[in-house]
């Protein structure tokens, strides 16, 4: 079954800092992955997916993730933040099991930016 | 663009009341997702659809049924509602081919 692993319930960052967001997953086959943002009181939005192709993948607004295999991982970064950052940001893997298309997710990271 | 619209942003019910809520989407996709969302908790699948008609249990059933009747349409019932089933709700839609789903604006439910 798979599974998804954020560290850090809270991360807070100084506007210009480089953002770190850190998710590592579990899974028995080749994993289709995805970072998503959930602004106050909004829905999700996808901010990148990782299927196969590169392992470094560029998503909206600045965004990036790079998959790595050898150590699970999935971790999400911007090279500097900007306080319209702040928000909860969501690690996804796909189910493989009953449920087409259903996405695993994490609990969530909520990121802070300091001015 | 994609838009998959669920019809209330807000919503306060009493307990033991039935509750609909409601999820429309434009993308003519075949699967259908309803999440309940709590802090720390994440979100958690409570029913999905993949075709009109055909459903199928999550990870947290108890307490909700689903409807799918049309292609587009998603509704998610809760037959008598109570106080713990107050929470966020979040449709999402997504097609066999791409990877993703995406997801409506979200219903914050009250049961008082």
């Known amino acids: 079954a798979q599974s998804v692993t954020q560290l850090g319930s809270h991360v807070s960052v100084s506007e210009g800092a480089l953002v770190l967001l850190r998710c590592n997953y579990s899974?028995?086959?080749?994993?289709?992955l995805f970072w998503y943002v959930q602004y106050p009181n909004q829905g999700l939005q996808l901010l990148l997916k990782?299927?196969?192709?590169?392992?470094l993948v560029k998503g909206i607004n600045g965004f990036e993730a790079e998959f790595k295999k050898s150590e699970t991982s999935f971790h999400l970064t911007k090279p500097s933040a900007h306080m319209s950052d702040a928000a909860e940001y969501f690690c996804a893997v796909r189910d493989y099991g009953g449920s087409q298309g259903n996405l695993i997710f994490g609990k969530g990271t909520k990121l802070s930016v300091k001015p | 663009d994609v838009k998959v619209t669920q019809s209330s942003r807000y919503l306060v019910k009493r307990t033991g009341e039935k509750v609909f809520l409601e999820c429309v989407q434009d993308m003519d996709h075949e699967n259908m997702f309803w999440y309940r969302q709590d802090p720390g908790l994440g979100l958690r699948l409570i029913y999905f659809?993949?075709?009109?008609?055909?459903?199928e249990k999550g990870d947290i059933p108890e307490g909700y049924s689903v409807s799918r009747e049309k292609k587009e349409r998603f509704s998610l019932i809760l037959e008598s509602a109570s106080t713990n089933q107050t929470s966020m709700y979040l449709c999402?839609?997504?097609?066999?081919?791409?990877?993703?789903?995406?997801f409506g604006q979200g219903t914050r439910l009250t049961v008082v």
């Open positions: 990782y299927t196969s192709a590169a392992t």
């Open positions: 659809s993949y075709d009109v008609k055909m459903k």
């Open positions: 999402a839609s997504s097609s066999i081919t791409d990877r993703g789903a995406f």
């Open positions: 899974s028995s086959v080749p994993p289709y």
